[in-house]
Nanobody, 117 residues
Framework: QLQLVESGGGLVQPGGSLRLSCAASGPFSRIIGINTMGWYRQAPGKERELVAVISRLGTTTYGDSVKGRFTISRDSAKTTVYLQMNSLKPEDTAVYYC????????WGQGTQVTVSS
C-alpha cells in the first residue's frame, strides 16, 4: 500500500501564493509503479475536480481554472510532488487532495486551502 502525506495548506489573501507538498511512501515495488501523481480539490457542495497531475514521464495536465496560475512539479526521486499556487482567488478555496495512481487510486487525507481577505 502507498501512503500519501500532504502539507502546506492554510489561509491566504486573494492574490497570494501557497505551496502544497505531497510525499508518497510505501513498498519500493509500489513506489516505482506509480504512473501519475497530482492534486484534486473539492469545495463545499461541489464535486471533486482535477487541479494538476504529472505523469511518470513528466507530462503535466492542469484543470482549466488553474492554468497559468498553478504549477505542479516533483522531486528527482519522483516520490514527492509540489503544487505552487499563485494569484489565488476565493474560488480556489477547497480541500486539496493528493492522488497517486499505481495499480489503483490512492488518496491523501486532504489539506484545507482558504482564500479570503
Amino acid at each position: 500500500q502507498l501512503q500519501l502525506v500532504e502539507s502546506g495548506g492554510g489561509l491566504v489573501q486573494p492574490g497570494g501564493s501557497l505551496r502544497l507538498s505531497c510525499a508518497a511512501s510505501g513498498p519500493f515495488s509500489r513506489i516505482i509503479g506509480i504512473n501519475t501523481m497530482g492534486w484534486y480539490r473539492q469545495a463545499p457542495g461541489k464535486e471533486r475536480e482535477l487541479v494538476a497531475v504529472i505523469s511518470r514521464l513528466g507530462t503535466t495536465t492542469y484543470g482549466d481554472s488553474v492554468k497559468g496560475r498553478f504549477t505542479i512539479s516533483r522531486d528527482s526521486a519522483k516520490t514527492t510532488v509540489y503544487l505552487q499556487m499563485n494569484s489565488l482567488k476565493p474560488e480556489d478555496t477547497a480541500v486539496y487532495y493528493c492522488n497517486a495512481e499505481e495499480n489503483r487510486q490512492y488518496w491523501g487525507q486532504g489539506t484545507q486551502v482558504t482564500v479570503s481577505s
